[in-house]
């Protein structure tokens, strides 16, 4: 029994999300091995050789796969999958792209959001946007697996002295083309890989407001600025931003949600932080539920003060 994890990088190196996943992939049983699709990507090949717990590293290079096309890459899966038994990918928004594809292609049932592997066969998923834990069993030959960062500590990024293996890589079918890609660059650390999150809400009103309160908040912890899906919405934030059910998952040490009434939808995207911190007026507000320090209070008088404590 062999687990096949679908790397995400960017030709240089390999991307965090990818070590969950080994550590997922490491949990089913057997050898794991990772899947490098790419162009010019052999110093992304090279740093998935050092990954603990990984054997074996396929290296697949095209021009095809230079973006991580979903049609391209998963072909190229499907060309290797009935080697392995489990193929797993991070439930990211690129392993989501191409993990359907693969299921359908291959004729399986996919099991989406795992954030535990109970056996070879038995999954742990959140439903009813993480209000219930389903227990899910898979009989198929080879199970797809997408599986949630926030539920598996990443495997270590060095100590692993893995082989290169070098395949074929399929041709490009032509299906899709890259155009081009607007980047956000910014200094702080990417949501989803942030120790700190600082997230507001609709309540603070305008983007303005959302930049003059939060950031200086943000700076001073180190932190990522993340926001509801409500204040996305309103257009105080961009969409890269959004932290929820249809945004993205999160689990820093430190979450601050500053007039964030708490949706569904934004809990289950952000309750299993280490330590959630709330600041509203509300009282009755849902993100007190599962606050460990709550404090009821005008964010914008509460916020510009503790960035004062701060120092």
Do not use: C
Request: aromatic share 4%; glycine share 10%; net charge negative.
């Amino acid at each position: 029994m062999t687990s096949l994890v679908i790397a995400e990088h960017d030709n240089q190196s390999i991307k965090g999300a990818t070590l969950n996943a080994v550590t997922a992939a490491a949990a089913a049983g057997g050898e794991v091995h990772v899947l490098v699709a790419g162009h010019n990507a052999s110093g992304a090949a090279q740093s998935a050789t050092k990954i603990a717990g990984v054997t074996k590293v396929l290296y697949a290079e095209a021009p095809g796969f230079e973006h991580g096309l979903a049609e391209n890459l998963a072909a190229q899966v499907i060309t290797i999958a009935g080697s392995y038994s489990h193929l797993v990918f991070p439930a990211t928004a690129a392993g989501k792209n191409v993990a359907p594809r693969v299921a359908a292609l291959l004729d399986v049932a996919q099991v989406s959001d795992v954030t535990r592997v109970v056996s070879s066969d038995t999954f742990e998923r959140p439903i009813y946007a993480g209000n219930a834990i389903a227990t899910v069993q898979s009989l198929d030959t080879v199970k797809v697996l997408t599986v949630r960062t926030t539920g598996f500590d990443p495997a270590a990024a060095t100590g692993g002295s893995a082989v290169i293996e070098t395949i074929n890589a399929v041709a490009d079918n032509g299906s899709s083309s890259f155009l081009g890609s607007e980047i956000a660059k910014t200094d702080r650390p990417e949501l989803t890989a942030a120790k700190v999150i600082v997230s507001g809400g609709r309540a603070l009103g305008s983007n303005d407001k959302f930049t003059e309160v939060l950031t200086p908040l943000a700076d001073r912890l180190g932190a990522a600025l993340g926001a509801s899906r409500a204040a996305v919405d309103a257009g105080y934030a961009p969409n890269d931003w959004q932290v929820g059910q249809t945004g993205k998952i999160v689990a820093p040490q430190l979450y601050i949600a500053a007039g964030i009434s708490g949706a569904i939808q934004h809990l289950a995207g952000m309750k299993d932080s280490k330590v959630i911190v709330a600041i509203n007026k509300d009282p009755e507000a849902p993100i007190f539920s599962v606050a460990d320090y709550g404090l009821e209070a005008d964010l914008f008088t509460a916020v510009p003060e503790l960035v004062k404590a701060l120092g």
